[in-house]
């Protein structure tokens, strides 16, 4: 049985109420509501489809409805050019609650704090990634780049957000935050700016999520540790070995700690608290992790990040995994998206105004509902473990949507599952 929340039909359901919010404040001239439309635009990533609603036959467009309306509550689903039209017009920001009703639920069935990692607090990894290149196709929203001989490369970036814990393959994304032109503004918008709306954003919406900001290098300056000093973020921070000095000369104020592993590994440590950040920012003090790890082999690899957690001989080990989990953000996050199924880059049709940056959020929504149900459905998971990989559960799921009548979630995880034959049980 599929429990009620933490489920397909559960996540689904809290996602097309808050669709419908923001359907109530939009105007419609056909009788297909903005809500439909959303939640239409969900299902093309949740069932990896790009032309969900292009069809072969009326036989298969029949099929496909019923199972959209069962599975996904779209009562009428819009054309694909319909689709386009009505998701330009949303508002991106709107879709961010959507993210967060999902959120309660993980917090409601004690799902969340599984995932808290130093003292209550939960590792936050920020990155940026692009999704959107062209010369030729441009928005109202996209950032631009002038080349010498006169042409534009037209573009569209995001700042990503996930939950990572170095414990879990899963990660839990929050909305991203779109590197886009800003109304009224001719600049080109950067990931700087992008992270102080996210912070933002963030805190705004969690006022009380103890957090800490995992970064790279690029984000080891002075008014971006202010900045999460300011919304009561702790970090840690990737930094490029500008504490030499400190390590060589200042050697006072520097501890020196050692493990071996059970595999071998040596994991090397030298640590400094409350040193300024730089030559222009003697008033932030933060502490510095420097860090060798050396296998077996004689395999050397480096690390140095800047945190404003406390370091000691018992905590160093803990934060160093902490800011190495990052590349959760990069491998298990943008690489699935572009390289699982998802299509991240792959375009679905630009719009004037907001499509690109409402399919991104769609997008992030439903990698948000495949990891939470990776995290707690184990309908979900036996399909997928029964799939052996991702590209072959979708291709499954894919399969039966488009060829059988399915009337629940769990027919088509049981269907894939306990493939007797070749139709899945109780379908008419
Ligand atoms: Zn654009």
Redesign the pocket.
């Known amino acids: 049985m599929l429990r009620k929340t933490l489920s397909a039909p559960g996540l689904l359901d809290v996602v097309k109420k808050s669709f419908h919010k923001i359907s109530d404040l939009c105007q419609s001239r056909t009788n297909i509501t903005l809500a439909d439309c959303l939640m239409s635009g969900l299902a093309i990533f949740s069932l990896k489809i790009p032309s969900l609603l292009q069809f072969d036959h009326s036989k298969e467009e029949k099929r496909i409805k019923h199972n959209l309306e069962k599975l996904y509550q779209i009562k009428q689903a819009p054309s694909d050019t319909y689709l386009r039209e009505r998701l330009d017009t949303v508002e991106p920001l709107m879709l961010r609650k959507s993210f967060k009703k999902v959120f309660a639920q993980l917090q409601r069935g004690n799902v969340l704090e599984q995932f808290s990692y130093i003292d209550g607090h939960y590792l936050l990894s920020l990155d940026g990634t692009g999704y959107?290149n062209s010369h030729k196709i441009?928005?109202a929203?996209?950032c631009e780049k002038k080349y010498k001989d006169g042409t534009i490369a037209?573009y569209?970036n995001m700042l990503g957000a996930v939950l990572i814990n170095p414990d879990y393959k899963e990660i839990i994304p929050l909305p991203p935050e779109p590197i886009h032109q800003q109304d009224g503004n001719n600049k080109n918008d950067c990931e700087q700016n992008a992270a102080k709306r996210l912070v933002t954003n963030i805190r705004r919406e969690h006022p009380h999520l103890k957090l800490i900001i995992v970064e790279d290098a690029l984000s080891a300056t002075g008014p971006h540790v202010m900045l999460l000093k300011q919304y009561k973020m702790k970090f840690i921070i990737g930094c490029k070995s500008a504490y030499d000095y400190l390590f060589r000369h200042r050697k006072e104020l520097v501890t020196e700690h050692e493990i071996i592993d059970g595999n071998g590994v040596q994991h090397c440590f030298r640590f400094a608290n409350d040193i300024p950040l730089n030559g222009s920012h003697l008033n932030i003090k933060i502490n510095v992790l420097d860090y060798y790890e050396i296998s077996p082999s004689g395999k050397k690899k480096h690390f140095t990040w800047i945190t404003d957690l406390p370091l000691t001989t018992s905590s160093v080990y803990k934060i160093m995994k902490g800011g190495r989990a990052r590349w959760k953000i990069e491998n298990e996050t943008f690489n699935t998206l572009k390289n699982q199924g998802y299509h991240f880059e792959h375009n679905y049709g630009?719009g004037d105004k907001n499509l690109?940056t409402v399919f991104a959020y769609l997008m992030m929504l439903a990698f948000l509902i495949d990891q939470v149900q990776q995290l707690c459905c184990k309908l979900f998971k036996a399909a997928l473990d029964f799939s052996k990989s991702k590209i072959r559960f979708w291709e499954k799921i894919r399969g039966y949507f488009t060829l059988y009548y399915l009337d629940s979630w769990e027919q088509l995880y049981d269907a894939i599952t306990y493939q007797k034959g070749d139709a899945p049980p109780n379908t008419s």
């Open positions: 959107f441009h928005c929203s996209c037209y569209h630009h690109t």
